[in-house]
């Protein structure tokens, strides 16, 4: 499974960016895409890498508390792409995002970066004062 991120950029406190990332290769072809549990890691500079947010195959959706009520995760299974609109943004959400996913991960294992087995080179996202 490939996962290509884009979407990021510099922009100022509270303004808006969307990220998408979309999944192809021949293991995500031979599964039903459906099936996927897909999401977003960052992380800052110096910092390690924290849960965001993921959306399972039945778009029962989990978020980190910081970025609840500002980020909203979705996905479009006929495009096999996972979107992550955030609104409002803070310097504090200043990070590498990375694009991940992964088959059958059970709900206790969400938000675990162990859990998930693929991974996109990631998009940095900027947030000046």
């Known amino acids: 499974v490939q996962l290509q991120a884009s979407g990021g950029g510099l922009v100022q406190a509270g303004d808006s960016l969307r990220l998408s990332c979309a999944a192809s290769?021949?293991?995500?072809?031979?599964?039903?895409?459906?099936?996927?549990?897909m999401g977003w890691f960052r992380q800052a500079p110096g910092g390690e890498r924290e849960f965001v947010a993921d959306?399972?195959?039945?778009?029962?959706?989990m978020y980190k508390d910081s970025v609840k009520g500002r980020f909203i995760i979705s996905r479009d299974n006929a495009k096999n792409t996972v979107y992550l609109q955030m609104n409002n943004l803070n310097p504090e959400d200043t990070a590498v995002y990375y694009c991940t996913a992964g088959f059958g991960i059970i709900t206790s294992s969400r938000g675990r970066d162990s859990a998930y087995d693929y991974w996109g080179q990631g998009t940095q996202v900027t947030v000046s004062s």
């Open positions: 290769g021949r293991t995500f072809s031979s599964r039903s895409s459906s099936g996927i549990t």
């Open positions: 959306i399972n195959r039945s778009r029962h959706t």
